[in-house]
């Protein structure tokens, strides 16, 4: 009996949900068909459906490894010694697929198959939820450290991080003149005049 390698069975997978996701961005989910998505990543038909048995499982997969990498992302900034410092790292860690312009116009995508697939809809729900929790527990750090203001409720201000993140991929898929470094770098300043105690200067 064959033994599957863990290694490169996630390689593998991972490599066939970045070009699924490059033919959802160029041509939405309805449009987009196995063939394409086989195309894109080199493989036959056979070898796609040995990972996901649908087109709708693989659209779906996507955005669970997503749920996954937020939750790794998160451990690590649940270790960084300045849980302000994490809360920012991580802004820009959310932020950086847009660098590839097709990513926003996955948003797009994903907007609209949530407002007619309840599950999917339920899907992204979590990940959000999960994702302003960890930041949530970031933000009580720095607070109690005296990092950020301590007046503001900490599970409002990460739903409000989650929503301004969710709002630079609504902004690029619209914003002819996008830039991701100017976005982000607003986005942060923000954040920090929203949130961040400035030192005394006695």
């Excluded at 033994?3 to 699924?20: F, G, Q």
Aim: proline residues 3%; charged residues 30%.
């Amino acid at each position: 009996m064959r033994t599957v390698d863990p290694v490169r069975h996630e390689a593998k997978r991972r490599h066939i949900l970045n070009a699924a996701a490059v033919c959802f961005a160029r041509k939405g989910f309805e449009r987009t068909t196995v063939a394409e998505i086989c195309a894109e990543a080199g493989i036959s038909s056979g070898s796609l459906f040995h990972y996901f048995p649908t087109k709708r499982s693989v659209f779906v997969a996507i955005f669970e490894q997503d749920g996954r990498d937020n939750a790794e992302r998160l451990a690590l900034a649940a270790e960084a010694d300045d849980p302000w410092q994490a809360v920012l790292d991580l802004v820009d860690s959310l932020a950086e697929p847009l660098a590839e312009p097709r990513m926003a116009r996955l948003a797009i995508e994903v907007a609209a198959h949530a407002s007619r697939d309840d599950d999917f809809a339920a899907l992204l729900f979590h990940n959000d939820r999960e994702l302003a929790a960890g930041l949530a527990d970031l933000l009580r750090r720095a607070a109690a450290e005296g990092r950020i203001d301590g007046s503001v409720d900490p599970a409002l201000a990460a739903s409000w991080i989650v929503n301004l993140v969710d709002s630079l991929y609504g902004r690029a898929s619209f914003t002819a003149d996008f830039a991701l470094e100017d976005e982000v770098a607003m986005l942060r300043l923000i954040l920090t005049r929203f949130l961040l105690v400035e030192p005394r200067k006695d």
